[in-house]
């Protein structure tokens, strides 16, 4: 297997990797195929540009046994894409232990053809001791090592879990252990979820949900789920939601309903891996994660951990063609945001003797040193440091008004004028160090309740403070 990045944004990747069977981009959503009785024809799938599926190799050794050898997993399925195979982790998980051991998985994965064999791995699920659940992945490891060795390929990393605060930890720490390889996500399969999933770098995710949800005439929307009965309208336009009613789809046999939910289900969530990929282009992907984190409590309180997930700069582009758009406290902690206090720490007044600092509030005209406003300001304080600033960026000395994001960013004029010191910990401590390595005597401020809020909280010795009128 061959993984090349070509794009990339907080910690997503739009890549590609090779296999026996053709190559595929990431990131990727992988359907789940059933190898006995499969509801939506794998023709379908591959009409609908799913260049990957995987499929259970434990089922498909209970059921087919040697003749799966001889015909292959492809055959079997009747898909000539990239075949990724589970081992039986799952049914570890339902039922306690499987009856095969890791290597007879491993060698019947690759009897079969499997592009992407996965270990037979002992899954943790929640609410296991700590001592317990170590024993687990320990096991886990062990018999990933022996699969290695029968197989003797690069594979990826397994992680089990839904996406709630645990497993954004989880996928953070499996981050910081091997940030270099394709990460895949067992068990995702939500467009509400997906955006942040990618964002924190999983680049590949299955799911049987789009099935599982059809059973239950679950219907997948951008985001949400709803059920097919509560429906008045469908917002899509996929062949199956442009070819019925709703009333004419809940009237249909549940065998054929089923499969044409399915595939609504499956064209959301292609629709939505499209999406946050042209928004890793663009350099938006924190903004369209806000807007989801807006669409389910949930999302925003996994949103929350990200504030020190420091690697998430390593995938953001140090220059974009874009404006950031920043509306949230939340936005204070976006990487950009970040690098660019920790650049502004680094700067020393460039006359060190100056005693006097002028504070002026960000405005509409970027960079700020084309503005007369500054023009204005130099004359009368000649002598002085003159800075804007923004609450999600910090101080921001007209020097390098210029860096990006410094005159690259949008911010609704109501949140720069009505923001509250206590929700921007960072704009606090940039501005105390500031003070501290510049050693200011003297802070001139216009009328600005956040400004002087912020003073007020700063621990080094309090400077001299004078407030300015505006238009002065
Ligand atoms: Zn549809």
Request: glycine residues 4%.
């Amino acid at each position: 297997l061959s993984f090349e990045v070509r794009h990339s944004d907080l910690a997503a990747r739009i890549g590609k990797i090779e296999t026996m069977h053709g190559a595929f981009e990431t990131p990727v959503f992988i359907p789940v195929i059933h190898p006995v009785k499969q509801i939506v024809d794998t023709k379908f799938l591959e009409k609908l540009g799913f260049k990957i599926v995987i499929t259970n190799a434990y089922t498909t050794l209970k059921y087919y046994g040697t003749e799966a050898c001889e015909r292959g997993i492809h055959d079997i399925i009747n898909y000539n894409g990239v075949v990724m195979t589970d081992s039986g982790g799952y049914q570890v998980l339902r039922y306690g232990s499987v009856e095969v051991n890791p290597q007879t998985m491993a060698a019947f994965q690759k009897d079969i053809s499997s592009d992407i064999a996965v270990p037979l791995d002992k899954p943790t699920g929640y609410g296991l001791s700590y001592e317990l659940a170590k024993e687990y992945v320990q096991q886990t490891l062990n018999n990933a090592r022996e699969t290695l060795d029968t197989i003797n390929e690069a594979r990826e990393e397994k992680i089990e879990s839904q996406v709630d605060d645990n497993c954004v930890d989880t996928i953070a720490a499996t981050k910081r252990a091997i940030p270099t390889k394709p990460i895949h996500l067992f068990g995702a399969g939500h467009p509400l979820t997906i955006p942040l999933i990618v964002a924190l770098g999983c680049d590949m995710f299955d799911s049987a949900s789009y099935v599982l949800y059809a059973k239950e005439d679950r219907y997948l929307h951008a985001n949400g789920t709803s059920k097919l009965q509560d429906l008045s309208y469908f917002p899509c336009q996929c062949p199956t939601c442009l070819s019925y009613t709703v009333k004419e789809l809940l009237d249909l046999d549940k065998e054929k309903r089923t499969a044409e939910v399915a595939n609504h289900n499956l064209y959301m969530l292609q629709a939505e891996v499209s999406i946050v990929k042209q928004t890793i282009v663009d350099g938006r992907l924190w903004e369209y994660v806000m807007q989801k984190a807006h669409a389910h409590p949930k999302v925003m309180e996994a949103l929350e951990l990200l504030k020190n997930f420091e690697f998430l700069e390593y995938g953001t582009p140090l220059f974009k063609g874009k404006a950031l758009f920043m509306f949230d406290p939340l936005d204070q902690y976006r990487p950009e945001a970040k690098r660019f206090r920790r650049m502004v720490s680094n700067f020393r007044s460039p006359k060190y003797k100056r005693k006097r600092l002028v504070l002026y509030p960000e405005l509409d005209i970027h960079p700020f040193y084309s503005s007369t406003t500054l023009v204005n300001l130099t004359k009368k304080f000649p002598d002085a440091q003159i800075c804007t600033y923004s609450p999600f960026l910090g101080i921001i000395p007209v020097e390098i008004s210029d860096i990006f994001p410094a005159a690259h960013n949008l911010i609704p004029r109501k949140t720069l004028t009505n923001s509250q010191a206590k929700d921007y910990p960072t704009f606090i401590e940039s501005l105390n160090r500031f003070l501290i390595e510049n050693g200011f005597e003297e802070v001139m401020i216009v009328e600005d309740h956040f400004i002087l809020e912020v003073i007020e909280k700063i621990s080094t010795q309090k400077p001299n403070l004078k407030v300015l009128r505006l238009q002065e």
